[in-house]
């Protein structure tokens, strides 16, 4: 029988879901039956065995669909093996160093045992949606910043760990 993944993302312009996606595919190379879903989208937990949960960062926090998701789900989630990611600075720095979680996010891998946690470079490009986003842009402190060859070798890490269990 084939495991079965989610990987839920929370998102606001894109960049996030293009991550989730990319672990999709990554999981489904690897043998398993994997499906990325925005988070808001998602109604039931229990037709998956594991689960991905993805968040872009914002001022600090989490995406409000990814928090929302952990909450809604909290049952089901406590139940399966589970992964999280950011994706947010707007600089090297994610694929230089391990990036901590957000506090909030800290508590919520504490909160539900999480198997790990990755931070990964964030994506801001010209027509973003917010004003926050559009000074930023202004401000030339825009660029894409994720490592796809390190988001990949994160999912293969994910998927080694499901196929080892399986």
């Known amino acids: 029988m084939t495991t079965k993944v989610l ?5 606001t312009n894109g960049s996030t879901a293009q991550i989730a996606e990319a672990v999709a595919e990554v999981l489904r190379k ?3 039956a994997a499906e990325a879903m925005p988070a808001r989208t998602v109604e039931r937990v229990s037709p998956y065995d594991a689960v991905v949960v993805g968040g872009g960062l914002y001022a ?3 995406h409000k669909d ?3 998701f952990l909450r809604r789900h909290r049952r089901e989630l406590a ?3 589970l992964w999280l990611f950011s994706s947010g600075p707007l600089d090297p720095s994610a694929s230089e160093r391990d990036i901590p979680p957000v506090p909030g996010l800290k508590r919520a891998m504490n909160r539900f045992d999480t198997r790990g946690h990755v931070t990964f470079g ?3 490009e010209e027509g973003a949606k917010g004003w926050v986003a559009r000074m930023i842009i202004k401000n030339g402190k825009d660029g ?4 796809f060859t390190q988001i ?6 994910v998927a080694d760990e499901l196929v080892a269990k399986g």
């Open 79 to 81: 139940e399966r093996p």
């Open 66 to 68: 990814s928090r929302r």
């Open 152 to 157: 990949e070798d994160w999912a293969r890490t």
């Open 60 to 62: 600090g926090r989490w």
């Open 144 to 147: 894409d910043f994720r490592d």
């Open 30 to 32: 690897e043998g398993l």
């Open 7 to 11: 990987v839920a993302y929370g998102t």
């Open 122 to 124: 964030g994506c801001l």
